[in-house]
């Protein structure tokens, strides 16, 4: 399968780990990635709020990209894929803002006719490649694992633009991937709720505290982890972890992994080939539990 590939600006940033994982998994699974290496930045969300047109232009661009390539464009974000849907969504919609976009994009040399199609790597693997393939990957099967998904907000809201009317069941996808791993999925109330990244800059203590909280619920119901398809999320409840701890005034102590990195476990990588010993949060108890010899 060939895809358009825009790892977004965390992968390759503060989680590099993301992306290095992603391509492990990518390739044991048949999946071609063609990176789009001068595609801008979504914006985060912020610039669409802020300069809608600009916005426009802007991820208008990465989704002619993709276009030219004959390709859905795969993201590993999930507010990548909030905002390239949302703005795909606009411009496939409202003819007067196409219009204006390609005025724009038409100075790079591109035009955008709206057929690209914005997939993440979690819908892309239940959608595409099919749980029975997976299945017939795993070498090393987590039993024993409690595993917690965490969504988080852009993969999921508002529903109208991220197809999830039409596919309500891209809500559970995680849950189906760790069970056919081998996993127990971990239900909680917090997994579909925002891990407090957004306001970081605003109320510090306040997007820890909702961060703490969503892993100290999932602890509470037996996780040994947590797994996320969003970047950002992932460096709220990591990389914030030791200072939500100090905000909460109890140790958390719970290990948040990438899809990609829990996929490639158990396809047989090592920790150390999906840089499981690049978290903040020590990953060692969790694989303590799982077989590691392939």
């Known amino acids: 399968m060939k895809v358009a ?3 977004g600006c965390v992968s390759k940033g503060a989680c590099p780990e993301l992306y290095v994982s992603t391509h492990k998994v990518a390739e044991a699974l048949g999946i071609e990635l063609h990176e789009l290496t001068e595609a801008p930045c979504t914006g ?3 610039l669409s709020e802020q300069n809608p047109a600009l916005a426009d232009s802007l991820n208008g661009l990465t989704l002619a990209m993709a276009e030219k390539l004959g390709a859905d464009l795969m993201t590993i974000c999930s507010t990548c894929q909030g905002v390239l849907s949302n703005h795909n969504y606009q411009l496939t919609h409202k003819p007067e803002r196409m219009e ?8 790079q040399g591109y035009t955008y006719k709206g057929t690209t199609k914005v997939k993440h790597l979690l819908w892309i693997l239940v959608e595409d490649i ?4 997976i299945r017939s990957l795993v070498k090393r099967k987590l039993t024993g694992l409690k595993i917690a998904p965490f969504y988080g907000c852009y993969i999921l809201r508002p529903e109208e633009y991220l197809g999830l009317r039409e596919k309500p069941e891209r809500k559970n996808y995680l849950e189906q991937i760790i069970s056919i791993i081998g996993g127990e999925p971990v239900e909680y109330h917090g997994k579909s709720k925002c891990c407090g ?12 505290m909702m961060g703490g909280n969503h892993i100290m619920e999932a602890k509470s119901k037996g996780a040994d982890l947590l797994v996320t398809p969003c970047p950002l999320c992932h460096l709220n409840l990591d990389a914030q972890q030791p200072d939500a701890a100090r905000v909460m005034k109890q140790t958390i102590d719970v290990p948040i992994f990438h899809l990609p990195q829990l996929l490639g476990l158990a396809f047989g990588f090592s920790p150390e080939e999906l840089r499981l010993d690049h978290h903040v949060v020590p990953t060692t108890k969790a694989l303590e539990k799982v077989e590691l010899k392939v």
């Open 130 to 133: 099919g749980l029975d393939k």
């Open 100 to 107: 204006r976009a390609n005025a724009v994009l038409s100075e």
């Open 197 to 208: 990244f957004p306001m970081v800059t605003m109320n510090r203590d306040k997007a820890l």
């Open 5 to 7: 590939f825009w790892p």
């Open 44 to 46: 985060a969300g912020v």
